[in-house]
């Protein structure tokens, strides 16, 4: 299995990322680039936004919110990037010193959250950071809810989560530690790494192993696949029994991986 495969593979020194030169503008990572074709081939929608709703309890200040919100965009690069289209035609990076931030508020007043939430999603001009927006909607005196939406190329799941931690540390007054790197230091090393032989053989084997037609993923769905992507998405939510739960995490200890890779 993949197992087997990883252990006759050879090993590749460990090399930590190291920040990069500053530059006008910079490399996107791969995924960065993919997003971007794909949100051009998308003009003005929102397939590629990442929204969250956070329900806030109690008495809010909004100084030490908008605070906390500057300090995370002055902290996080991500946060101040935009992208643009080079003399050649690629997609690079422009990281900015200052960006315009206004933490948006609101009152919820005949809407349901879910209006409300709906009607703060909006499309986001690549071209123009920040590619973040906040929002305070007032449900009551002691009810908010804290609307957040990024864009998918400068965040995924793990990074928003990351920016909530982080928010409410700097809400409530603590220091955060400095950062070593930033996201664009990451596509700097990949773009270096796209040189080497180690790339280069791997990108021989998987062209090798995709080459020719490539047949269509045959999801067993309860309904035909549409012509047209729609992104319309929904979760389904299910519990593993304690025998099958015990089965995954002995598989991913005996292979040396996570449980999220197993799964």
């Known amino acids: 299995g993949l197992a087997a495969v990883i252990r006759e593979g050879t090993d590749s020194p460990y090399e930590a990322i190291k920040p990069a030169e500053k530059q006008e503008t910079y490399p996107v990572s791969s995924a960065q680039k993919r997003i971007y ?11 590629y ?50 960006v315009p931030f206004t933490l948006q508020t609101t009152v919820l007043g005949e809407r349901t959250e879910q209006e409300a939430a709906a009607a703060f999603i909006k499309p986001f001009d690549l071209s123009q950071a920040p590619l973040f927006r906040a929002q ?43 950062l070593r790197i930033q996201y664009k230091d990451y596509a700097v090393w990949q773009e270096g790494f796209k040189t080497g032989d180690a790339y280069k053989t791997q990108e021989a084997y998987w062209l090798k192993q995709l080459e020719g037609e490539l047949p269509v993923l045959d999801l067993p769905a309860d309904h035909a696949r549409p012509p047209v992507r729609s992104f319309a998405g929904d979760k389904v939510s ?19 991986s996570t449980l999220y890779m197993v799964l």
């Open 49 to 98: 936004n990442m929204p969250a709703v956070l329900e806030l309890e109690g008495k809010l200040n909004p100084e030490r919110m908008d605070r906390a919100f500057q300090e995370l965009i002055k902290r996080h690069e991500s946060l101040r990037t935009a992208f643009e289209q080079d003399e050649g035609g690629d997609p690079v990076q422009r990281i900015h010193d200052e």
């Open 238 to 256: 299910f519990t593993l029994d304690q025998e099958v739960a015990s089965g995954l995490h002995k598989l991913a200890r005996e292979n040396g």
């Open 136 to 178: 305070i909607v007032k449900v009551s005196d002691e009810r908010h809810l804290l609307l957040v939406d990024m864009h998918h190329i400068i965040s995924d799941g793990v990074s928003v989560n990351i920016l909530i931690q982080e928010f409410g540390e700097l809400y409530n007054n603590r220091k955060l530690p400095a």
């Open 37 to 47: 074709v794909l949100q051009q081939l998308e003009d003005g929608g929102t397939g």
